[in-house]
């Protein structure tokens, strides 16, 4: 900081105004502040950083995952550089949480990460498979094949889910219009017939009687059963919620009926999908084996493709090791036999993918024509016991009084 006194004069040196004065720190700060006011500043880095962690923590769809993957592979193979890329994308999403998202990634590969690097630190964001997939791209240099890959992928994907939306919206409808009417029914409804029934003195029917003590038990102890409601909730959050509870919903999931094989074919299909993408990229295979286990999101599945990666690191191969897991049907098994000794295990796995996918399509459509009459059935079931228990103590009264 400049001196006000000049060294060695012969009079006192001219007066400098305090404003005109170079000023550091932040005394210097306040006291030209007090003269002038401060220019407005930008904002700073740091605010913008936690503006984008913030919106990278809400839910991205896969849509806009879908989309993000299409442009990026479409810029790639015009020719565009990666950084270029992540800039023009980000323009045309129109997902504030994507555009954060592709902003970090950006960032992180300005600073030397590779874009598989910057993809995996979005776990939230990016599925399993997603990450897996777009690592073996590293491999074979192929991003933008890759990423048109997983389009396609995501596409049939929510192709399904909205074809499974809109085959369970009319029963989901139905039954919730019915538990509702219900709900009046034996709270305002049916207590009035009971007071009526009550007063006759007559002897009613087994139908009768069943419905009585049902709306009785209803209206009379409603607390009680929004308590036991809310522990068996919470009782549920508690065994099968969270991280936690993970393994036990997986298997809890395969042992369903129906759902159960929809669910085991949708982890295989995954795994095989992925496997195939990294065995013909050359990716190790017990390396390529542990990507593929965690792209299926399946614990079950996980713990056993362990085992087969520790058997594989021993040398026992990889046919062998699959077969003992359990959890491969015959085909996959006689698929990853034949392309382990004729070394097109890429070739075939990719194939049984495609077999797995078509199975999937199967059984998703079987399980939805299923739970449609289900639903109905038990509707009517409910509508008809309730017109059955009516009408026989309206009988069982005339006759009684005749």
Sequence with gaps: MANARTPATDGPAPF????????????????????????????????????R????????????????????????????SIVETLE?????????????VIDDMSAAIQRGASFADAVAAHPSVFPGYFRAIVRSAEYTGHLDTVLLQLAAYLERDIAARRQVKSALTYPTVVLVVATAA????????????????????????????????????????????????????????????????KRRRDLLAMRLPVIGDLYQL??????????AALATAG???????????????????????????????RGEGLS??????????????????????????????????NHYEREVGFHM??????????????????VGFVAVAQVAAMYSIFGQLK
């Design 16 to 51: 400098t105004p305090l404003a005109k004065l170079p000023v550091s720190g932040a005394a210097g700060a306040n006291r030209a502040g007090s003269r002038a006011p401060r220019p407005a500043r930008p904002r700073s880095e740091r605010v913008q950083r936690i503006r």
């Design 53 to 80: 962690q913030l919106l990278a923590g809400k839910p991205v769809g896969p849509d806009v995952i879908m989309s993000f993957a299409r442009q990026t592979a479409s810029f790639l193979d015009a020719g565009i």
């Design 88 to 100: 023009v994308v980000r323009e045309e999403i129109g997902s504030p949480a994507m555009k954060a």
């Design 182 to 245: 219900m709900a009046v029914m034996a709270v305002f409804v049916l207590p009035k017939f009971s007071g009526m029934y009550r007063s006759l003195g007559a002897k009613l029917p087994l139908p009768t009687r069943m419905l009585l003590a049902f709306t009785d038990f209803v209206s009379g102890s409603w607390p009680v059963i929004l308590a036991v409601i809310a522990g068996v909730l919470v009782s549920a959050r508690i065994v099968i919620g969270g991280h936690r509870g």
């Design 266 to 275: 949708i982890s295989l299909e995954r795994f095989c999908r992925v496997l």
């Design 283 to 313: 990716v190790p295979l017990p390396d390529a084996i542990q990507m593929s286990a965690d792209s299926t999101n399946n614990t079950i599945f996980q713990r056993k493709l362990a085992v087969v990666k520790d058997a594989l690191i």
């Design 320 to 353: 062998g090791p699959m077969f003992d897991a359990g959890v491969f049907p015959l085909a996959a098994r006689q698929m990853i036999r034949v392309g382990e000794r004729t070394g097109t295990l890429g070739h075939q796995l990719g194939r049984a993918a």
């Design 365 to 382: 459509k079987r399980a939805t024509e299923l739970f449609q009459p289900a639903i109905i059935l038990f509707v009517g079931l409910v």
